[in-house]
């Protein structure tokens, strides 16, 4: 059974719209989990492949041409076994059919417009925060430009009563208190991972976001007072210059040149990054060059170019010194980005995508 069979009015009008030209740029480099893209300016039969694979059977059908034309979408995941973040954003409209196997999930538009329909509750939502049952069929149509996270916890975390009571026994959507701290734990965890600079460094967010989560969950079911996470904006001076770093390519390192764009002493800018982002600048200004290049990696679909090309591209020339940075700031070595990269790639040689949906080939 199916709730909707064409999108609600506001939502199916993304559909129409007349394609534009592709945005030069490569990657926003102030994208949420940019250290865990795993599919980055792709099209969107890409971003199907890629889902699938964690939730089998997901439909995604879109209309590539939409503003920002079918290579636009951006998918980053970072996972421990029982909790995985997942950021998306298609970059047009479309519509997602999936069922959730064994496991609860929450979805969060960080911006943008979605409608949710779910079985299981016999409801049409809009809300930007959604609690997602287990077994439960599921259609969302996103507006264009929608962009999301969504959480998923493990039913055999060793906390399944906790997660059983809350998305089941309890009624979460209509808890202002706790919908308001879930969605300020959900940005805390997307601010942090903005800077990271390590694999270890962005797992341990994630980690605190779970016991965030928890947290409240329990506090909720408890009838305690619930504490809502802090968020610590950031030093102006140091986002400036954060921003700087992250924006210019190619730019050679010039610590009296960061000093005055900050205002401040060589010693107080580096004890300042140090306590902001836990980095010293020089660090941080190596980090976003090997974003870039994992970017380029992953923007490269057809892999014309070899890792060394990349990587020269950015000033990397001790090439088994760069392999070692990159797995250190993504888990992984450039050439299993690749590889992951490959793995999605082939099953779109057997089936004619062109129109975005992407299917199950067993079914």
């Not at 390192?253 to 060589?266: I, R």
């Amino acid at each position: 059974m199916r709730i909707y069979a064409t999108p609600p009015r506001d939502i199916q009008s993304g559909y129409k719209c007349v394609a534009v030209t592709v945005m030069s740029k490569i990657v926003n480099m102030d994208q949420p989990l940019i250290n865990h893209a795993v599919c980055l300016k792709a099209p969107l039969a890409l971003v199907g492949e890629a889902l699938r694979k964690q939730v089998p059977g997901i439909r995604i059908q879109g209309n590539p041409t939409s503003p920002g034309g079918d290579h636009q979408a951006f998918m980053g995941v970072v996972a421990l076994p029982d909790i995985q973040a997942t950021y998306i954003n298609y970059g047009q409209a479309v519509q997602v059919q999936s069922r959730h196997y064994d496991h609860y999930s929450m979805l969060w538009i960080e911006k943008g417009r979605a409608v949710v329909c779910q079985e299981a509750f016999d409801r049409i939502t809009y809300d930007k925060l959604h609690f997602l049952q287990p077994d439960s069929p599921l259609e969302i149509f996103y507006a264009e430009d929608t962009p999301h996270l969504a959480i998923r916890l493990t039913r055999k975390s060793g906390r399944q009563e906790i997660l059983d009571r809350i998305f089941r026994d309890t009624k979460p959507q209509s808890s202002p208190v706790l919908r308001d701290g879930i969605i300020r734990a959900c940005r805390q965890f997307l601010e942090h991972q903005r800077h990271v600079i390590s694999h270890k460094e962005s797992l341990n967010g994630l980690q605190q976001l779970r016991e965030q989560l928890y947290n409240l969950f329990q506090s909720s079911l408890e009838g305690r007072p619930i504490t809502l996470p802090e968020i610590s904006p950031l030093d102006p001076r140091i986002r400036k210059v954060a921003n700087f770093l992250r924006q210019e390519p190619r730019w050679e390192y010039n610590a009296n040149l960061l000093c005055e764009m900050a205002g401040m002493s060589l010693r107080g800018l580096y004890y300042a990054f140090e306590r902001a982002l836990g980095s010293t600048p020089y660090r941080y200004h190596r980090a976003q060059k090997l974003i870039r290049v994992r970017a380029a990696l992953l923007a490269d679909h057809n892999q014309r170019h070899p890792i060394a090309w990349h990587a020269t591209n950015e000033g990397f020339y001790h090439l088994s010194r760069f392999a070692a940075q990159y797995r250190s700031l993504f888990g992984e070595l450039p050439s299993e980005t690749l590889q992951g990269m490959r793995q999605l790639q082939y099953p779109l040689s057997l089936s004619a995508l062109g129109n975005g949906l992407t299917q199950n080939e067993e079914e």
